[in-house]
């Protein structure tokens, strides 16, 4: 991050790089539970594979798109609020499926529908970026909201590897509550401008616009 960031900058992109961090260690929950999650509901891996991961690719493809479609129409800052709650509500509703032993299609369900949210946060956030930082900075916080999600996808196996002995609904449980945590924390979403929108045509569109919301 540049030396010149202002400090309302320089908090914005923290803030965006822990977030980036949270929502991919999410993505990365699933990789280290195969073997469990299998085992518990007595299915193959194929079948793990077919009806969990292929449709929360496929949601994860849609929606990317779906948001990054609205965030350049709506408030920014309430997508990204938004598509927090969904993949919150939806990994817990996971964990809570694992742990009352709900059948497999339940806990799927769950989980694939967890994409429609966690494909937002990134491509919107990106966004952010764009609208505050300025244009001198914006290299160095892409950089490191890059590395974030490198780090996060890690962080996620390593969280699910660290607590799945405790039950393999803990590694969601926990996954559910770090961005609904940081969001509603003292830094959380007050650090984003209150009312961001996509920059109009002019000299002032490549800092981006608070007009509307």
Do not use: H
């Given at each position: ?8 900058h ?76 969904l993949?919150?509500f ?23 529908a967890s ?48 607590l ?50």
């Open positions: 991050m540049s030396r010149s960031s202002t400090p309302s320089l908090g914005f992109i923290v803030f965006m790089v822990l977030l980036n961090l949270i929502v991919t260690a999410d993505i990365g929950l699933d990789a280290p539970l195969i073997v469990k999650i299998t085992e518990l509901y007595g299915i193959s891996d194929f079948q793990f594979s077919l009806d969990l991961y292929a449709p929360f690719l496929a949601l994860t493809l849609v929606f990317t798109f779906f948001w990054g479609y609205l965030s350049d129409r709506l408030s920014r800052k309430k997508i990204l609020i938004v598509t927090v709650l993949a919150d939806f990994i817990l509703g996971t964990a809570l499926a694992l742990y009352r032993d709900w059948p497999f299609w339940a806990m799927a369900g769950c989980r694939v994409a429609i949210g966690l494909a937002g946060v990134i491509p919107v956030s990106f966004s952010m970026v764009v609208d505050v930082v300025p244009p001198g900075e914006r290299a160095g916080a892409f950089a490191w909201m890059g590395i974030a999600g490198l780090l996060g996808t890690g962080m996620g196996f390593l969280l699910s590897g660290l799945a002995w405790m039950g393999v609904f803990v590694p969601y449980l926990i996954g559910a509550g770090l961005p609904s945590a940081m969001s509603s924390g003292r830094m959380g979403f007050r650090i984003c401008p209150g009312r961001l929108v996509p920059a109009g045509p002019g000299p002032g569109a490549d800092r981006g616009s608070a007009g509307r919301g």
